[in-house]
């Protein structure tokens, strides 16, 4: 296993405690990635990935982490003009954000209790050909950049070619935690706080257990390129990410600020904060060292997702549950091209790809059909509840959230009235609120100051 994020090191885990031996290659030690690095991103995870590491065998963080239990979103499609919000419990779909580094240091020290062997080096391409001779299966999870270009970017499976929003993360304190904090949103929760701007992009909030055991809030923006969130290329200290991120979100999302005028930066955390850019795409799960042997991508080194749906996280997960079982179906068989081939096609058919087709869903302007579904979810409770709950499992999504008869079937299914009915409901209640928004200037429900 070359690379020690948390899809990685969870595969890792869950082979060396059921029979295999398993060789780690990280660039760092557990106490380096603990203590030297930023996390790689929010790392959300809803309900079927969490019960994917429980499976695999990785302790759970529930007693530590706030549950990351509802999901509310609030979309203008320009900002100034407040349009629809619904919210709802997530259920059984809820999960929680734990910190990456957390997790990756965690389960080095298990490997290594169970016998695995952890080299701290760092892999270059002339290194697989030693690596993968040594070995009877090699795996990549390096993430989207270094070792990645060695699958193939897969241009039919890929939309995009350019990264859609720049992005920018930071980890704040002070927000409470206890389901005090934005009752506007799904009161008594701590839930995902959706922002949605057509003509800007998105930002959110998101419950967040902290490496060192605090519960704090990840506050994430996606700019589009030249829009009034992408402020970010001068940001070079935690600092300055904290100022730029209160600005962004009194300014901009002021529905919430009276939960969040409290908020403090993590300095004793320099590395609570990270910037930068994701192309989506998908690679091939099949690569080669310069030598010719076979090698199999996981996680971010077979899809970068844009963190905008809060999948990438959870897809790493599901892929290393799917390769898991797949080796222990293997016995004694090779894991040759064709059989990496073939676990990488199941795995990309039943989550892939559906969770990248709705991920670059909420990247494009709404079509016809998904507003139509964002206004039902607006005028009926059933169905916003329902809609929350898709985010544990995006390929269920379609066709409903794409296609006019299949919506109005989910409608339906889900009331038991009318789509036409349901829609209506939600456009009258859009109309009142657009009312409201040109008298009071706001329309969406406001915080009060917690």
């Given at each position: 296993?070359?690379?020690?994020?948390?899809?990685?090191?969870?595969?890792?885990?869950?082979?060396?405690?059921?029979?295999?031996?398993?060789?780690?290659?990280?660039?760092?030690?557990?106490?380096?990635?603990?203590?030297?690095?930023?996390?790689?991103?929010?790392?959300?995870?809803?309900?079927?990935?969490?019960?994917?590491?429980?499976?695999?065998?990785c302790?759970?963080?529930?007693?530590?982490?706030?549950?990351?239990?509802?999901?509310?979103?609030?979309?203008?499609p320009?900002?100034?003009?407040?349009?629809?919000?619904?919210?709802?419990?997530?259920?059984?779909?809820?999960g929680?954000?734990v910190?990456?580094?957390?997790?990756?240091?965690?389960?080095?020290v298990?490997?290594a209790?169970?016998?695995?062997?952890?080299?701290?080096?760092?892999v270059?391409?002339?290194?697989?050909?030693?690596?993968?001779?040594?070995?009877?299966?090699?795996?990549?999870s390096?993430?989207?950049y270094?070792?990645?270009s060695?699958?193939?970017?897969?241009?039919?499976?890929?939309?995009?070619?350019?990264?859609?929003?720049?992005?920018?993360?930071?980890?704040?304190?002070?927000?409470?935690?206890?389901?005090?904090?934005?009752?506007?949103?799904?009161?008594g929760?701590?839930?995902?706080?959706?922002?949605?701007f057509?003509?800007?992009?998105?930002?959110?909030?998101?419950?967040?257990?902290?490496?060192?055991?605090?519960?704090?809030?990840?506050?994430?923006?996606?700019?589009?390129?030249?829009?009034?969130?992408?402020?970010?290329?001068?940001?070079?200290?935690?600092?300055?990410?904290?100022?730029?991120?209160?600005?962004?979100?009194?300014?901009?999302a002021?529905?919430?600020?009276?939960?969040?005028?409290?908020?403090?930066?993590?300095?004793?955390d320099?590395h609570?904060?990270?910037?930068?850019?994701?192309t989506?795409?998908?690679?091939?799960?099949?690569?080669?060292?310069?030598?010719?042997?076979?090698?199999?991508?996981?996680?971010?080194?077979?899809?970068?997702?844009?963190?905008?749906?809060?999948?990438?996280?959870?897809?790493?997960?599901?892929?290393?549950?799917?390769?898991?079982?797949?080796?222990?179906?293997?016995?004694?068989?090779?894991?040759?091209?064709?059989?990496?081939?073939?676990?990488?096609?199941?795995?990309?058919?039943?989550?892939?790809?559906?969770?990248?087709?709705?991920?670059?869903?909420?990247?494009?302007?709404?079509?016809?059909?998904?507003?139509?579904?964002l206004?039902?979810?607006?005028?009926?409770?059933?169905?916003?509840?329902?809609?929350?709950?898709?985010?544990?499992?995006?390929?269920?999504?379609?066709?409903?959230?794409?296609?006019?008869?299949?919506?109005?079937?989910?409608?339906g299914?889900h009331?038991?009235?009318?789509?036409?009915?349901?829609?209506?409901?939600?456009?009258?209640?859009?109309?009142a609120?657009?009312?409201?928004?040109?008298?009071r200037?706001?329309?969406?429900?406001?915080?009060?100051?917690?």
């Amino acid at each position: 296993m070359i690379g020690a994020g948390q899809a990685g090191t969870l595969l890792s885990m869950a082979l060396q405690a059921n029979g295999f031996q398993v060789d780690l290659y990280t660039d760092k030690t557990a106490e380096e990635i603990l203590h030297e690095t930023s996390p790689t991103g929010t790392a959300a995870l809803f309900h079927r990935s969490v019960a994917t590491e429980l499976r695999l065998g990785c302790p759970g963080y529930d007693d530590k982490g706030v549950p990351m239990d509802a999901l509310h979103v609030c979309f203008s499609p320009k900002i100034g003009q407040e349009l629809v919000h619904f919210g709802s419990a997530l259920g059984d779909a809820a999960g929680g954000a734990v910190d990456v580094r957390r997790k990756s240091y965690d389960r080095m020290v298990r490997l290594a209790e169970l016998g695995g062997n952890i080299v701290v080096t760092s892999v270059q391409p002339d290194d697989l050909d030693d690596i993968a001779a040594g070995s009877d299966l090699t795996v990549v999870s390096t993430g989207k950049y270094g070792l990645s270009s060695l699958f193939a970017r897969d241009a039919r499976r890929s939309v995009y070619d350019t990264p859609q929003r720049n992005l920018a993360m930071v980890l704040v304190r002070g927000i409470p935690t206890d389901g005090t904090a934005f009752p506007n949103r799904v009161e008594g929760s701590t839930g995902v706080c959706f922002n949605l701007f057509g003509d800007a992009g998105e930002i959110f909030w998101v419950p967040f257990l902290h490496k060192s055991g605090e519960n704090v809030w990840c506050l994430v923006f996606e700019a589009k390129p030249g829009g009034p969130f992408d402020c970010w290329a001068d940001v070079t200290t935690v600092e300055q990410a904290f100022a730029t991120a209160s600005r962004l979100a009194r300014d901009y999302a002021p529905w919430d600020w009276p939960s969040m005028r409290n908020m403090e930066p993590m300095l004793d955390d320099p590395h609570s904060w990270l910037k930068g850019r994701v192309t989506p795409s998908v690679r091939s799960g099949l690569g080669t060292t310069p030598g010719g042997r076979p090698m199999m991508s996981l996680g971010d080194t077979s899809v970068a997702y844009d963190p905008v749906a809060g999948q990438g996280a959870g897809s790493g997960i599901r892929q290393a549950g799917h390769y898991f079982d797949a080796l222990l179906a293997r016995g004694d068989g090779p894991f040759d091209a064709d059989w990496i081939t073939r676990t990488f096609e199941g795995v990309y058919e039943e989550h892939i790809a559906g969770t990248y087709r709705f991920t670059n869903l909420l990247l494009e302007p709404l079509g016809k059909t998904p507003q139509r579904v964002l206004t039902a979810c607006f005028a009926d409770q059933r169905l916003a509840t329902r809609f929350a709950q898709v985010f544990d499992a995006p390929p269920t999504a379609f066709p409903w959230l794409t296609e006019r008869a299949a919506a109005d079937r989910w409608i339906g299914e889900h009331t038991g009235r009318r789509p036409g009915a349901v829609a209506a409901a939600g456009t009258a209640k859009i109309l009142a609120g657009q009312v409201r928004n040109t008298l009071r200037g706001s329309h969406f429900p406001r915080a009060v100051s917690a």
